[in-house]
């Protein structure tokens, strides 16, 4: 494994495993700047992605937290640091389910700029070829379904692990040409400390709540169900 290290750029500060250089940094605070918008598909959530190549890294996804609700309308980008700086945590959540043989993007850093109030970053691998769960399961229920059986294996090496990941949906399922599957959006996921039958019960409460809400196919939530259902 690679040592971890802090990068400090201009205003910027990096945290990362991989062997940035100043041309990366140069070229990803200046993406950092660029204005986006959230991300439109099917539960795809408030965070904004911009796409780029860092030579030799390869293509990546830069991810962009922005904030809900009320305050969105004027103060959408920026956050109060109370000691849990947000892309910090999701990298190091990411990072350590990917240690996990847990199929998920590798991290490649995270970056946030400012004091008590800042702006955050996360830079993480492209999946090439893929959609969400969520889409896929709107245009080929066949393989949608396949998927769905593919993703149990993951979220149970996630419970083998403890590892809560509280918005688990099918919008946060990226599923490959090649029907792998990949889990996305760590942000709040957490370590979990009771028993593997809550745990589980957790899980399936709030996929079946994505499911009802966004009026998918339910049999995206009867082959979770299936497994995950206290017995």
Known sequence: MSEFKII??????????????????????????????PEKSILGGRTSLIETYLDPIGDVIIKKYKRGGLVRFFNNETYLNLGNIRCKTEYQQMDHAYQLGIHVPKVIAYAYKGGLFYRG???????QNQQTLAGLAMTDLTRARAASVGLLEQISRLMDNH?????????????????????????????????????????????????TKYNLPDILSEILEKELKPR
């Open 8 to 37: 400090q750029y201009q205003k910027y500060c990096f945290g990362t495993r991989t062997d940035l250089t100043d041309l990366h940094c140069r070229q990803l605070v200046h993406l950092f700047q660029q204005p986006s918008e």
């Open 121 to 127: 970053w996360l830079i993480t691998e492209k999946i």
């Open 163 to 211: 590892v809560f990941h509280p918005d688990l949906h099918p919008g946060n399922v990226l599923v490959t040409d090649k029907d792998e599957v990949f889990i996305i959006d760590f942000d709040k996921a957490t370590k979990h400390s009771g028993s593997r039958q809550k745990l589980s019960s957790q899980y399936l409460k709030r996929w079946k709540r994505a499911i």
